[in-house]
């Protein structure tokens, strides 16, 4: 029996977009998590956020949900952010992907969605340009 | 440029094991992780540990690393635990991976270990007996 849908997810972002995102610690960015979070019926318990001074503008940000979590952790040096949203019960996790890359505008990303406790971790992995 | 390790794990215990696990509040468990973090040259940032009534002994526990992150989910009724487990630079992860599962003796464990920015998020899966 499936527990929950994991996406993970490589994207790759326009030249100034994570340091924009940084240069307000992360508030603009988490403040549209938290509503599309909640416009999706997943329950946030707790969150975290670290911006890291080195490499400049990079952070992570894990949020603790009653349905697992989603983390995004980011190297602007390669313009690159990894997320994994991880999400059990009826949430509509492909609608929060959605709302995330509106927000994020990818040149590009790599997205595997794997069936949690289904005895195959190797998902299916689509690219999207 | 890969940019980390991300091993995920699904994990099948002893009958009796995530209850123990919560009965303590997970307390002794996440003592022995920080222990392990530490002495795998992974520096807790900060964590968060949620203890879910329903259905009881059912527990998420995010850590959030310098190095990115490590988060458990259980599911004791179905004597399964999800972890994940995402490491940047050059921490080693396996050798955290094996102190783990040295802890939670499974039964079985599927684990997929994929490298972030590689162009490729299917990986490689095992399955442990």
């Known amino acids: ?21 940084a240069d307000d ?48 952790h980011s190297f602007p040096e390669l313009n690159y952010i990894a997320i994994d949203c991880f ?3 009826k949430c509509n996790t492909q609608n929060l992907v959605n709302d995330i890359m509106n927000y994020l505008e990818p040149i590009k990303y790599l997205s595997n969605k794997i069936d949690r406790n289904s005895n195959n971790l190797i998902g299916k992995q689509i690219s999207v340009i």
Chains 1, 2 share one sequence.
């Open 25 to 72: 610690n992360f508030n603009l960015f988490n403040e549209y998590i938290l509503d599309k979070l909640k416009k999706n019926d997943m329950n946030v318990i707790n969150y975290s956020i670290k911006n890291f001074e080195n490499p400049p503008g990079s952070f992570t940000a894990l949020y603790l949900l009653s349905e697992s979590h989603l983390s995004f």
């Open 1 to 21: 029996m499936t527990v929950g849908t994991h996406y993970i997810i490589d994207a790759y972002l326009k030249s100034d977009k994570l340091i924009k995102l």
């Open 87 to 89: 999400t059990c019960g």
